[in-house]
């Protein structure tokens, strides 16, 4: 008999081990499916709200570190006075205002407006670069168009460079040219410096720095 005990107990044991591991497994399992499930409703929420709702700049009052968890609860550890009193942009539900999403601070307006543009006329440049004509180009005029997130502005800028054109055939015309570049380098594109671009022979309005 004590033999049958202790060969039941051999059994027992792994058993217990692998019904704990199996209970666990499906506690994470849930736990993730449920996350992700809640993030997917949200994601779905906020894109909805974006289409219907209205766009309007804000004030925030107070502000706390957090993290919304699952099925919404959000989570805090401690105050943020660093940003009351920055200016904001946020779009509401009309006919709910508690229904609410944050979109960018007011110093990045300027960014998420046009940045869009900018990135599309960058694929363009990417083409030209490839298939277009090679020329020295003078730069006439020279303007920041504040494109750059406010994480990065001390790196890089966005500018745009009204040029002077000089093909190796042809004769010479004016343009414009889009470019990110590094604050490190900017003293190479002052009025009168000299640049290798190249241009679309098609369109000569569509020029792209080399």
């Keep these: ?3 049958l005990l202790g060969l039941l107990g051999c059994f027992a044991t792994p058993v217990i081990l692998l019904l704990a591991l199996l209970v666990g497994g499906w506690i ?10 809640y993030q997917s409703q949200r994601q ?3 894109s909805d709200l974006r289409k219907r709702g209205i766009t309007a700049p804000a004030t925030i009052l107070s502000a706390k570190n957090g993290i919304v968890k699952t099925h919404g609860m959000f989570v805090s550890w401690g105050d943020r006075p660093e940003e009351v009193g920055n200016k904001i942009w946020v779009t509401y539900n009309l006919n709910d205002v508690t229904e609410m999403l944050f979109e960018y601070h007011d110093k990045d307006r300027k960014y998420y407006l046009g940045y869009p543009a900018f990135a599309k006329l960058e694929k ?4 030209i670069r490839k298939t277009g004509e090679e020329a020295i180009a003078t730069i006439l005029e020279v303007e920041d168009l ?5 994480y990065h502005k001390e790196m890089k800028s966005v500018l745009r460079l009204k ?7 042809g004769e010479p015309f004016q343009a414009e040219a889009q470019n990110t570049f590094m604050n490190s380098g900017l003293h190479k594109y002052t009025v009168g410096k000299t640049v290798t671009v190249k241009f ?5 309005t569509q020029v792209a720095l080399v």
């Design 124 to 127: 363009q440049n990417i083409v």
């Design 44 to 46: 779905t929420k906020l």
């Design 200 to 204: 679309n022979s098609q369109d000569k």
């Design 146 to 150: 504040e494109l750059v997130h406010s």
């Design 163 to 169: 040029l002077e054109v000089t093909p190796k055939a």
């Design 1 to 3: 008999m004590e033999s």
């Design 28 to 37: 994470i399992y849930s736990q993730m499916t449920g996350a992700k499930k």
